[in-house]
């Protein structure tokens, strides 16, 4: 018997608490043995001929699976991830029987939603769980809105933060686990609005680890600035790690450096990179995060170099870059948006530019990934633009929201823009550069630090059509809750503040069309002006964007009155809420082409695709016709066994997003040999397709490709079938 492996590591993280460090323990974690949310055969069982058992997990994790058998000696099982990327690093484990009850635990992890177990004829399997492992952290912040695929996106975008850390932050934990600066920024930004203190250890590990300066240079920029360093210190206050990083931070910036490297990487996302103004902007913040290092850590001797560059790339960007409604440099035949984002960013576009930047590239050019979208997101909530920031967020994660997967991908819709126009089979469906959690929590909701650890911080929402906010930061000096509710005569906002700090709210005059009063825990604080008499409560200021409040530690419940255009937001990607669909463990599946394999990337990994698997529960495994693209005349069925009524069927093939059908007809049958007209026509969807049709009852279900496309082949990569009653 293979014994299980713990891993455990003698990490320890610093934190802080009020004045005080803080050493915690942190380790991988054991979440113990945990019974699969399906298995597609009911157990035990056992088969004459060569079978697969295909388990599935509520959500994408690290797990070792495990099965318990009665076998003679000498036969081979087999198991692994139903993730297919995980070939790419994790062979496939296998054990061979003893005879008799036995088990067996895989002794490596591997991560995904499911596991294959691929069983021997005439062996029957009693049982089958896995193991759960992962980081020893505790996911501690959450966000709730009114729009739910917000609350969708903030869930996946944490689960894949979550299964993107390890011994050190991985850009993904399938195909890769490489330590990335640029995709470590990100992580490390989420675990502060995601994950309990326990997470800062590999937070410090990045900030703390040696910088290589021919591993992607332009990833370093991300990350000593704003962005990766002094974002940690501000949530840490850790300034030990500031003096460790600050002399070889300088020489990186000083002296290593080198403008117009060709490979230096910002981003992948679609062509047209400015990379000339994207290095730019980001050397000039990792100046001016230099200048606010060399304050903390006494280096004040560096201040006037610091400066003098500065003051060399402001006194020179726009006669280089500025074309009149935007910048752009001679490197690209259009404006990009991620270096007109970074510009604003940066401070290096004035405000006076800002209204022709949004025009003319913001909403009008999506080159950007999912990585680099962030600082678009941020550029335009720093403009004010916030509607339209999440508008666009939502836009470019539409296939990532309904889909059935619980974390984010590596490619928005899967498509490979850069270099190669197509879909790309072999990234990730986990990748951990996707910020959504930190942009909804931080820049949306508002809650930021002002200074190290949270002594001062900020409350100051951009809550747009979002007509309530819940969310919870678990800052180092203790959880800030905040609670956001409008309607049309009022604003409330409740706040728990913890101890040793003090937090500035900001009340924004944008989501009033007329404000005549705020009150504080039912006292009047603002009536056209401060008014005086709360304790505990300091007048913050009033700008163009809010009317602010300086508080001491507590509970504070404020109410703004007045009248408020509320807005819904009317194009919500909510995932339709069905009932359970019918049971198809006994189902049988055929095809025109009913059984296949093929071979992944140039990695050549052998992909079952036959079509018994879209219907095994699995959305990492499908059917693909990979012989020819798609062609009318085409067929993908099931026999039911018996007579079923149903009258709505999703075709799930988000795996091979771009190999939905071109066209289809669904026809159904009593006995596999007449077929009915039509029950339905139309065309896929991208990833996931929906198809209502009045009550059937019959046995078998066909569907048949009448379209063509000369680029995709088809795929279900699962087939559920639902009857669904209509409430009166």
Same mark, same amino acid.
């Given at each position: 018997?293979?014994?299980?492996l713990?891993l455990?590591s003698t990490?320890s993280?610093?934190?802080?608490?009020?004045?005080?460090?803080?050493?915690?323990?942190?380790s991988i974690?054991?979440y113990?043995?945990?019974?699969y949310?399906?298995?597609s055969k009911?157990l035990?069982?056992?088969?004459s001929?060569?079978?697969?058992?295909?388990?599935?997990?509520?959500?994408?994790?690290?797990?070792?699976?495990?099965?318990?058998v009665?076998?003679v000696?000498g036969?081979?099982?087999c198991?692994?991830?139903?993730?297919?990327?995980?070939?790419?690093?994790?062979?496939?484990?296998?054990?061979?029987?003893?005879?008799?009850?036995?088990a067996?635990?895989?002794?490596?992890?591997?991560?995904?939603?499911g596991?294959?177990y691929?069983?021997?004829a005439?062996v029957t399997?009693?049982?089958?769980?896995?193991?759960?492992?992962g980081?020893?952290?505790?996911?501690?912040?959450s966000?709730e809105?009114?729009?739910?695929?917000f609350?969708v996106?903030?869930?996946?975008?944490?689960?894949?933060?979550?299964?993107?850390?390890r011994?050190h932050?991985?850009?993904c934990?399938d195909?890769?686990?490489?330590?990335?600066?640029?995709?470590g920024t990100?992580?490390?930004n989420?675990c502060?609005?995601?994950f309990?203190a326990?997470s800062?250890?590999?937070?410090?590990?990045?900030?703390?680890?040696?910088?290589?300066?021919?591993?992607?240079?332009?990833?370093?920029?991300?990350?000593l600035?704003?962005y990766g360093l002094?974002?940690y210190y501000?949530?840490?206050?850790?300034?030990?790690?500031?003096r460790?990083?600050?002399?070889?931070t300088k020489?990186?910036?000083?002296?290593?450096y080198?403008?117009?490297?060709p490979?230096?990487?910002?981003d992948?996302g679609?062509?047209n990179?400015?990379?000339?103004?994207?290095e730019?902007?980001?050397?000039f913040?990792?100046?001016?995060?230099?200048?606010?290092i060399?304050?903390?850590?006494?280096?004040?001797?560096?201040?006037?170099?610091?400066d003098?560059?500065m003051k060399?790339?402001?006194?020179?960007?726009?006669d280089?870059y500025w074309?009149g409604?935007f910048?752009?440099?001679?490197?690209?035949?259009?404006?990009?948006?991620?270096a007109n984002?970074?510009?604003v960013?940066?401070g290096?576009?004035?405000?006076?530019?800002?209204?022709?930047?949004?025009?003319n590239?913001?909403t009008?050019?999506?080159?950007a990934?999912?990585?680099?979208?962030r600082?678009?997101?941020e550029?335009?909530?720093?403009?004010?633009?916030?509607?339209?920031?999440?508008?666009r967020m939502?836009?470019r994660?539409k296939?990532?929201?309904p889909c059935?997967?619980?974390?984010?991908?590596?490619?928005?819709?899967?498509w490979?823009a850069?270099?190669?126009?197509?879909f790309?089979?072999?990234s %990730? =469906?986990?990748?951990?550069w996707?910020?959504?959690? *930190?942009?909804?929590?931080?820049?949306i &909701?508002?809650? $930021?630090p002002? #200074?190290?650890?949270?002594?001062?911080?900020?409350?100051?929402?951009?809550?747009?059509?979002?007509n309530?906010i819940?969310?919870?930061?678990?800052?180092?000096?203790?959880?800030?809750?905040?609670?956001?509710?409008?309607?049309?005569?009022?604003?409330?906002?409740?706040?728990?503040?913890?101890?040793h700090?003090?937090a500035?709210?900001g009340?924004?005059?944008?989501?009033f069309?007329?404000?005549?009063e705020?009150?504080?825990?039912n006292?009047t604080i603002?009536?056209?002006a401060?008014?005086?008499g709360?304790?505990?409560?300091?007048?913050?200021?009033?700008?163009?964007?809010y009317v602010?409040?300086?508080?001491q530690?507590g509970?504070?419940?404020f109410l703004?009155?007045g009248?408020l255009?509320?807005?819904?937001?009317k194009? %919500? =990607?909510?995932p339709?809420?069905?009932?359970k669909s *019918?049971?198809?463990?006994?189902?049988? &599946?055929?095809? $025109?082409?009913e #059984?296949?394999?093929?071979f992944?990337t140039d990695?050549?990994?052998?992909?079952?695709v036959?079509?018994?698997?879209?219907?095994?529960?699995?959305h990492?495994?499908?059917?693909?016709?990979?012989?020819?693209?798609?062609?009318?005349?085409?067929?993908f069925q099931?026999d039911?066994?018996?007579?079923q009524e149903?009258?709505?069927l999703?075709i799930?093939?988000?795996?091979?997003?771009?190999d939905?059908?071109?066209?289809?007809?669904?026809t159904?049958?009593?006995?596999?040999v007449?077929?009915?007209t039509?029950?339905?026509?139309g065309?896929?969807?991208?990833g996931?397709t929906n198809?209502r049709?009045p009550?059937?009852r019959?046995?078998?279900?066909?569907?048949?490709?009448?379209?063509?496309?000369?680029?995709?082949?088809?795929?279900?990569?699962?087939?559920?079938?639902?009857?669904?009653v209509?409430?009166?």
């Open positions: 018997m293979v014994k299980h713990l455990l990490l993280i610093f934190s802080l608490l009020g004045n005080e460090h803080v050493i915690q323990p942190a974690k054991d113990g043995q945990k019974e949310l399906r298995v009911d035990p069982h056992s088969e001929v060569p079978w697969r058992l295909v388990c599935t997990i509520p959500y994408n994790c690290h797990f070792q699976p495990w099965i318990e009665d076998a000696e036969k081979e099982i198991f692994n991830s139903s993730n297919p990327l995980v070939l790419f690093l994790t062979p496939t484990e296998t054990f061979t029987t003893r005879g008799g009850v036995q067996v635990e895989a002794k490596d992890w591997v991560s995904g939603e596991a294959i691929t069983i021997p005439g399997v009693r049982a089958v769980k896995y193991r759960e492992t980081y020893d952290t505790r996911f501690a912040g966000f809105s009114s729009d739910n695929d609350n996106l903030w869930k996946k975008a944490a689960r894949t933060a979550y299964i993107c850390m011994e932050f991985y850009d934990p195909r890769e686990r490489v330590g990335f600066w640029g995709d990100p992580e490390l989420q502060f609005y995601v309990d326990k800062h250890k590999l937070c410090r590990d990045l900030v703390l680890r040696k910088l290589e300066p021919k591993f992607y240079p332009g990833q370093h920029l991300e990350f600035g704003d002094w974002f501000l949530q840490t206050g850790d300034v030990d790690s500031m460790q990083i600050y002399e070889p020489k990186f910036l000083f002296e290593t080198q403008f117009g490297n490979k230096t990487w910002f992948w679609k062509e990179k400015d990379t000339a103004i994207i730019t902007c980001f050397y913040n990792c100046l001016g995060t230099l200048k606010k060399a304050e903390i850590t006494g280096n004040q001797r560096d201040i006037d170099e610091i003098l560059k060399a790339i402001q006194s020179s960007f726009d280089k074309k409604g910048y752009k440099s001679h490197q690209v035949p259009e404006p990009d948006d991620r984002a970074m510009a960013n940066v290096l576009a004035e405000p006076s530019k800002w209204p022709l930047i949004y025009e590239v913001l009008k050019k999506t080159y990934s999912c990585f680099f979208d600082w678009v997101s550029a335009l909530c720093k403009m004010g633009k916030q509607e339209y920031a999440l508008v939502r836009e994660y296939t990532m929201i059935s997967f619980t974390t984010l991908w590596e490619h928005y819709d899967r490979w850069s270099r190669i126009d197509a790309d089979d072999g %990730s =469906l986990n990748h951990g996707n910020p959504p959690a *930190l942009l909804l929590s931080q820049t &909701a508002g809650v $930021s002002n #200074t190290a650890a949270w002594s001062t911080y900020h409350v100051l929402p951009k809550e747009a059509f979002l309530s819940r969310v919870v930061v678990p800052s180092i000096k203790g959880d800030i809750k905040v609670d956001i509710n409008k309607t049309p005569s009022f604003y409330r906002l409740k706040l728990v503040s913890p101890e700090t003090i500035t709210v009340i924004p005059k944008k989501s069309s007329v404000l005549r705020i009150k504080v825990n006292t603002w009536k056209g401060f008014v005086e709360v304790t505990g409560v300091t007048w913050g200021g009033e700008d163009d964007e602010k409040f300086n508080l530690p509970t504070w419940e703004g009155e009248e255009p509320i807005t819904t937001n194009d %919500s =990607l909510e339709q809420v069905l009932t *019918l049971d198809k463990k006994s189902w049988k &599946a055929s095809a $025109s082409v #059984t296949g394999k093929y992944m990695a050549k990994l052998p992909i079952n036959s079509a018994e698997n879209a219907i095994d529960g699995d990492w495994t499908g059917w693909r016709d990979m012989t020819l693209k798609q062609y009318p005349g085409q067929w099931v039911m066994h018996k007579e149903f009258n709505m999703v799930d093939n988000t795996w091979a997003q771009w939905s059908p071109n066209a289809y007809s669904i159904v049958s009593q006995d596999g007449t077929w009915s039509p029950i339905a026509t065309g896929g969807g991208a996931m198809i049709f009550m059937q019959a046995r078998y279900l066909r569907i048949t490709q009448t379209g063509i496309s000369t680029k995709y082949h088809w795929s279900i990569y699962e087939l559920d079938v639902y009857r669904i209509e409430e009166h």
